[in-house]
């Protein structure tokens, strides 16, 4: 019945694959006056509704409780999830979450707050936030932290708000924010609705930020820098210390971009390097489960040099309570809070897995995080680029980079190696990111994975690469074969998406 379900392949009846079901719509399944309730027939009340009344069908599909149950379980199974199997992606997308953070996020009195409550009535939670305040000051060295930004880009957005005020307690609030071109695509969006200019730093041959270049765009003008470190190569940026003392010099300050702080926490104190400001994903460093969008926190610590611009609101502890600091009159005169970020206080559930995670793991077991990150990255690196192309010498830190070299003339495209592996029961890795790598595959095992997991994996990307160089184009050209759908016109269904569904005329 390949002609009923043409996406599956022929061979049953159904065009299901075992318990790899053939999944039609709702709308599909729906049948008149099908119901998963008996409800009584409505009264003849007055017509309170005036024109809104409903005159005909809805055009909801009629179902039993069953297909309900039964459709969302099974949508559900295909999806891939890091219950399921390793992701290349690592920490930028999902990174595997302990289940006691899970149950700390749900437990009464924490999960079910509401930020309107009365602060005497919320002292745990204050004293939570206040405590994870604390870890994330230590551990960068920093003097001051914003707890309400509510994503990476966001906390992005509040260094650079910091910096802005503190460019404008000084009289002039500059105009140009510097970014490398192996920062995150995210700093020069932020710097922009923040109303900068963005002037682009290059890379060295080696993937780091050039020197002599950054020396040359300094100026007057120039507000801040933007370094991801490590950078989106997966690199360390060698020379951060003299790149800090340089934009000092120039009267600028120093954002670090704080993605990637997987790769230091319990390394190196931030404030050792000179930063100013830097974000910190709590979802990718401090473990929750963000696949898909969220949820997300991005906490922004802050030198002395800009933690009085800190925005509204922050904890503060006062004798034996703690309070909330929501105006400007509350913060003191020592306090310059430039505004506020977001309505309430933060993105809390995230917040106490954060705690949750620090507090089980405690600094030793973060400093080891960080370790078998960088390791496992390496362990990658060190396996593969015999096989695969790496464009930089040397190690890398907690994520390693490949490029598309090894399928020169082979008619193979790093998509098309990314949709085999997906036959293989991979979620791909990162794609043609970073931008400055030509085709590239970044792989990000995180902590948390196996010398097992990776040695499978490792023989995985071996054999398809063996398979592309013997000249086997089409074997990638039709992957992925063994899935509910199989290889999707992506950019079809970008530039013309299908967002209401129409019966099949007869």
């Not at 922004?300 to 309570?321: C, H, I, Q």
């Not at 106490?352 to 496992?376: F, I």
């Not at 003339?409 to 098309?416: A, C, M, P, Q, S």
């Not at 592996?421 to 948390?448: C, K, N, R, W």
């Amino acid at each position: 019945m390949s002609d009923v379900f043409p996406s599956m392949p022929a061979g049953t009846v159904t065009g299901n694959r075992g318990l790899v079901v053939e999944e039609p719509l709702l709308f599909e399944q729906g049948s008149p006056g099908g119901s998963g309730v008996d409800l009584p027939e409505p009264r003849d009340l007055p017509d309170a509704l005036g024109g809104f009344r409903r005159t005909g069908p809805i055009g909801l599909p009629g179902l039993s409780e069953p297909q309900v149950v039964r459709h969302y379980t099974r949508l559900s199974q295909k999806n891939y999830s890091i219950d399921a199997g390793f992701y290349p992606l690592g920490s930028c997308t999902m990174k595997y979450n302990p289940r006691l953070n899970e149950k700390v996020a749900r437990l009464t009195g924490l999960g079910d707050l509401h930020p309107f409550q009365p602060v005497s009535t919320v002292q745990g939670a204050l004293a939570a936030m206040d405590a994870l305040a604390a870890w994330l000051m230590e551990l960068t060295g920093m003097a001051g932290v914003a707890m309400s930004p509510a994503a990476g880009a966001h906390g992005e957005l509040c260094g650079l708000m910091t910096i802005r005020a503190a460019q404008e307690a000084k009289g002039n609030p500059r105009k140009i924010i510097l970014v490398p071109e192996s920062a995150h695509g995210t700093n020069p969006a932020s710097a922009a609705l923040c109303g900068y200019s963005v002037v682009a730093i290059p890379a060295t041959e080696d993937g780091r930020v050039d020197i002599a270049a950054l020396q040359e765009k300094l100026s007057e003008d120039v507000a801040g820098i933007m370094l991801t470190n490590p950078n989106t190569c997966g690199l360390f940026e060698r020379d951060v210390r003299q790149i800090a003392e340089m934009v000092h010099a120039a009267g600028a300050f120093f954002y670090m971009d704080g993605a990637n702080f997987n790769a230091l926490i319990g390394r190196v104190k931030i404030a050792d390097l000179g930063v100013d400001a830097m974000h910190i994903n709590l979802h990718k460093t401090f473990s929750t489960p963000h696949g898909g969008g969220g949820p997300g926190a991005g906490p922004t610590v802050l030198s002395p040099a800009l933690a009085a611009f800190a925005p509204l609101p922050f904890v503060r502890k006062s004798g034996d309570a703690y309070e909330l600091v929501e105006t400007r009159a509350q913060a003191g005169k020592k306090a310059q809070p430039f505004g506020r970020m977001k309505g309430f206080h933060g993105q809390f559930g995230v917040m106490l897995r954060a705690l949750a995670y620090a507090m089980s793991l405690g600094a030793d077991g973060l400093r080891q995080t960080s370790g078998d990150a960088v390791l496992n990255a390496n362990y990658l690196l060190a396996r593969l680029k015999d096989v695969l192309t790496a464009p930089f010498e040397g190690p890398c830190m907690h994520e390693a980079l490949f490029d598309d070299g090894f399928l020169k003339d082979t008619g193979v495209t790093t998509l098309d190696f990314a949709k085999a592996l997906i036959d293989e029961g991979y979620h791909p890795m990162t794609m043609y990111f970073p931008l400055v790598v030509h085709g590239a595959l970044l792989m990000e095992p995180t902590e948390s994975e196996s010398k097992q997991t990776l040695d499978l994996f490792v023989e995985t990307v071996r054999a398809l690469a063996a398979k592309a160089r013997a000249g086997e184009a089409d074997f990638f050209h039709a992957a992925p074969r063994l899935t509910p759908r199989r290889r999707l016109d992506e950019t079809l269904a970008a530039r013309k998406p299908v967002l209401r569904w129409k019966p099949q005329e007869n």
